[in-house]
């Protein structure tokens, strides 16, 4: 009897993990908008308990150089934002992502930094290649706006074989 609980209770740990994982992704990426307060001459370091000033899913990274708040936000100056979710590959294939941003941006993909566009600068484009497996893929870009003298945006685009270079399109982002 002893063994039968045992393979129950296991039994139902698992139809919860799996419930748990099945979950559908929705569209768009997490962004965690943080109000620094204080000047930045690189990426800051967020402390893992600050709150985030706004939290919001955005469909895309498509936010053009603005010198007033960043779009629909309060955030002007000294502030850093994260987004988090997933990139879905449509084929296997080499991808080249661009970060164009004013100030600082990174991109990472499963862990790994792909580009870094980093430091105080205006709107200016990094690149970076790598090779990806169709299907989802873990993505965080990082961004950070110190002074907004000249204006603040970060844009995403990506270009691969057959497909030609375009913001990443609402379509391909997931949370």
């Not at 990426?29 to 943080?34: A, I, K």
């Not at 709107?123 to 002074?147: C, I, R």
Request: proline share 5%; with cysteine.
């Amino acid at each position: 009897m002893k063994k039968f609980l045992t393979l129950v209770c296991a039994l139902g740990l698992l139809n919860l993990h799996l419930s748990i994982a099945a979950e559908p992704l929705a569209p768009g990426l997490t962004g965690e908008y943080f109000d620094l307060g204080t000047d930045l001459d690189g990426f800051p370091t967020i402390p893992a308990d600050k709150k985030p000033t706004l939290k919001r899913v955005d469909k895309n990274l498509n936010f053009r150089s603005t010198s007033m708040t960043f779009p629909d936000t309060k955030l002007q100056s000294h502030f850093a934002i994260r987004w988090t979710g997933k990139i879905r590959i449509p084929k296997d294939g080499k991808y080249t992502f661009f970060l164009e941003s004013d100030d600082g941006s990174r991109l990472l993909l499963d862990g790994k930094q792909v580009v870094d566009n980093g430091g105080l600068h205006e709107m200016q484009v990094d690149s970076g290649t790598v090779e990806l497996k169709a299907g989802d893929h873990d993505l965080k870009v990082d961004y950070f706006e110190n002074e907004n003298d000249g204006g603040a945006g970060c844009v995403l685009s990506w270009k691969a074989d057959g497909l030609a270079k375009e913001v990443v399109p609402e379509t391909a982002l997931f949370h």
